[in-house]
């Protein structure tokens, strides 16, 4: 077998790469210094007196600028005149990077095809996403998802879930740039952090310059081009790997086609049970509510037009992760027979899917240029992503929310464009921690799940149980990050302490090149381990989500539930609407009435 040094990067692997860099930044000129935006008159509706906010309004009327300015409205969210397959493509880079390419394709190399079904857990949860979030966001008119939180409970719950959203992305920006950074320097063979620094200053700038429209027109072509690279990475290792019928036997043979593994036990990392149920709460937990979906959500004009991203998003991402699970497959065609992890050609299972490029297509000019260009546009869009949202949420929830302060633009645009460069700074400096400190990689993945699974639980609560309270929703969320975060970290150093087999499916190494020797199984007694650190890491989203809620709905009663006939219709979700009293509506029929009168007085 060849070894990962037999093809380099050529002089057209080098243009291709270039090229991605290029446009990169040249978008980020256009958007930001040379196109000037068109102004337009647009009536605006009058501000009715409200309850909900002193800065946001919902059915009672509308604001007149987000975040304070006209020029800050235009640079976090467009003025909300974006259009709808820009937005979608950048919510496809907003959740693709680098880190799922690589990760799918490794995942089915060594644990077979049942987390295919990921698929449908993408499909169920684009649904839940756009009929029960999405309309309750697009009413009230958020710049900030976590504006809601206030509406609904208190400010204080909106600030505990604004920092947790700022450290969470904090601990993500790292792996965002360091996986795609592996893939291109072993490839190419340049220092990885000469690449890790590339990535950060490149996204910072265009970022920094051209703001959203920045961030989501480079997205667009980036996932483009993301696509392209897999799809014909799959589409030339099916040519060489002498059709399906041979790819899929040997997949069968090998013990990974697997579809319809129901096991009933929470332990087996994938079943059907686990993967639907799983990976269902783990996307909608991360697409319904986090600020760096909703606020592309929000750049939209219109409900219709972000359900329509939405479905362009949900279908794009269900197809591209079933591309990368078919590559995982060729994968294994390729390695069947000598496993590149025990041969030594490789230290890290992310490296499966670089390995299996050069070695299968390198030899063809450009392809290693065009794989690369695609890992490398996932990390600059997802990257770019972040660091837009994560200031947008500095600006409007910490300081204009949390502490109560209200800049001048000037003030607005310093304090936004500083927290990307500072952002960026910080991605780079994260990337030496990630590298020297193995065990980071756990912690940070444990975290960011945690986040991810208490937050949502607090929308959850908020949109879907009306009578939930502030002491309730404390407590729910409190409990469920506890909880949550035992069976995580517990998990983890149950691992590090190996109390736990690993699940990985047979490999081979009879046709390895040298004299490779299988590493001897180590039996272990998992009987003795306490079950919750047994856990498929499937199911700790769910269960962190569940118990927000029903620990906060639990507690809501026993604590002076909401009065519902005090609650405003508009925070809650439309799908119960019909469960509320009608005094829940009084407001949104004033403002209907008020438009009418205003109306009938033109």
């Known amino acids: 077998m060849e070894a990962a040094e037999s093809y380099r990067f050529g002089t057209i692997d080098y243009i291709v790469f270039l090229g991605m860099i290029i446009l990169s930044t040249g978008t980020g000129i256009y958007f930001g210094c040379l196109k000037k935006s068109k102004k337009s008159i647009v009536d605006v509706e009058p501000t009715l007196p409200t309850s909900i906010s002193t800065t946001t309004t919902s059915s009672t009327g509308t604001r007149k600028h987000d975040f304070g300015s006209e020029k800050m409205s235009e640079y976090l969210l467009g003025s909300r005149q974006l259009k ?28 077979g095809t049942q987390y295919w079904f990921i698929a449908i857990a993408i499909i169920l949860q684009g649904i839940a996403v756009s009929y029960i979030y999405i309309p309750v966001f697009a009413t009230l008119q958020v710049g900030s998802s976590y504006e ?44 990885l952090h000469v690449i890790s620094t590339v990535i950060v200053i490149v996204c910072v700038f265009y970022t920094f310059v051209g703001g959203i429209k920045a961030v989501v027109h480079t997205d667009a072509w980036q996932t483009l081009v993301m696509f392209l690279s897999v799809i014909v990475v799959a589409a030339l290792g099916t040519y060489y790997a002498e059709g399906l019928d041979k790819l899929f036997g040997d997949a069968a043979k090998g013990g990974r086609l697997i579809f319809s593994n129901t096991d009933p036990s929470p332990y087996v990392r994938h079943t059907v049970w686990s993967v639907l149920i799983g990976g269902f709460s783990y996307w909608t937990s991360f697409n319904a509510v986090n600020q760096t979906m909703v606020q592309r959500y ?44 025990s041969a030594g050609l490789i230290t890290h299972d992310d490296q ?88 980071i990689l756990s912690i940070c993945t444990s975290m960011t799940a945690i986040a991810a699974g208490t937050t949502f639980g607090l929308f959850t609560l908020g949109m879907l149980v009306p009578w939930a309270n502030n002491i309730g929703t404390a407590v729910g969320g409190i409990a469920g990050a506890l909880l949550a975060g035992w069976i995580s970290f517990g ?23 040298a004299n490779v020797t299988l590493p001897e199984n180590v039996w272990v007694d998992e009987e003795a381990v306490f079950p919750l650190y047994r856990l ?31 609650l405003d219709a508009d925070l809650i979700s439309p799908v119960i609407h019909r469960c509320l009293p009608k005094e829940c509506f009084a407001r949104r029929n004033h403002h209907a009435q008020a438009q009418m009168n205003l109306l009938n007085g033109q």
Request: glycine residues 6%; contains cysteine.
């Open 491 to 513: 998990t983890q150093i149950t691992i590090a302490a190996g109390g736990l087999s690993s699940q990985k499916l047979h490999v081979s190494v009879e046709n390895c090149a």
């Open 84 to 111: 709808v397959f820009p937005v979608a493509m950048s919510l496809i880079a907003s959740y693709v990077s680098g880190v799922t390419i690589l990760g799918t394709t490794s995942e089915i190399y060594n644990y």
């Open 352 to 439: 499966l899917l670089p390995l299996f490029v050069v070695q299968s297509v390198g030899h063809i000019p450009g392809m290693s240029g065009l794989f690369i260009a695609g890992i490398f546009g996932a990390a600059l869009s997802s990257l770019s992503v972040v660091l837009n949202s994560t200031s947008l949420v500095i600006l409007q929830d910490i300081v204009r929310g949390c502490f109560k302060m209200q800049l001048s633009e000037r003030a607005s645009t310093v304090l936004v464009k500083t927290s990307v460069i500072v952002l960026g700074v910080m991605a780079l400096s994260l990337v030496f921690v990630l590298e020297q400190l193995s065990g």
């Open 148 to 191: 809601y939180l206030e509406m609904r409970f208190h400010s204080v719950i909106r600030s505990i879930a604004s920092f947790m959203f700022i450290l969470d992305e904090i601990l993500f920006l790292p792996f965002v740039v360091y996986v795609p950074a592996i893939a291109l320097n072993q490839v190419s063979g340049i220092n």
């Open 298 to 341: 929000m750049s939209l004009p219109s409900l219709k037009q972000a359900r329509a991203s939405m479905a362009i998003f949900t279908i794009g991402v269900a197809a591209f992760v079933s591309v990368c699970c078919y590559v995982g497959l060729l994968i294994f065609e390729m390695y069947q027979d000598c496993d590149p992890l």
């Open 536 to 566: 498929s890491y499937h199911w700790i989203n769910p269960i962190g989500v569940a118990t927000v809620v029903l620990v906060g709905a639990v507690v809501s009663l026993f604590t002076k539930p909401t009065e519902l006939k005090t």
